[in-house]
Nanobody
């Protein structure tokens, strides 16, 4: 079992910045990729960014809509993944979920954190 706890959401004006954090606990040695997804009202959950395990090179992937504005990073010593969000737009408003998949082919999700960008 893996537990994910997010923090850092909130209300920000367009053009502002927020930093999300997600701390993993439990069977952390089984974690492969970690990432962030988001879900806006009436829309499907979508991938924002993910970072692979160090054994897989630690590569990062981003949704086209956030490239150049968001940066994902992973502190393997602290079992934490971060999402630095700059130049926020109203369309970035959503609930952001931390995600991890494991060597046991399991998926884990955080409880979600609300990000609201006002115009």
């Amino acid at each position: 079992q893996v537990q994910l706890v997010e923090s850092g959401g909130g209300l920000v004006q367009a053009g502002g910045s927020l930093r999300l954090s997600c701390a993993a606990s439990g069977n952390i040695f089984s974690i492969n990729d970690m990432g962030w997804y988001r879900q806006a009202p009436g829309k499907q959950r979508e991938l924002v960014a993910k970072v692979a395990a160090v054994t897989s090179g630690g590569n990062t992937n981003y949704a086209d809509s956030v490239k150049g504005r968001f940066t994902i990073s992973r502190d393997f010593a602290k079992n934490t993944v971060y999402l630095q969000m700059n130049s926020l737009k109203p369309e970035d408003t959503a609930v952001y979920y931390c995600h991890a998949d494991t060597t046991a082919w399991a998926d884990y999700w955080g409880q979600g954190t609300q990000v609201t960008v006002s115009s």
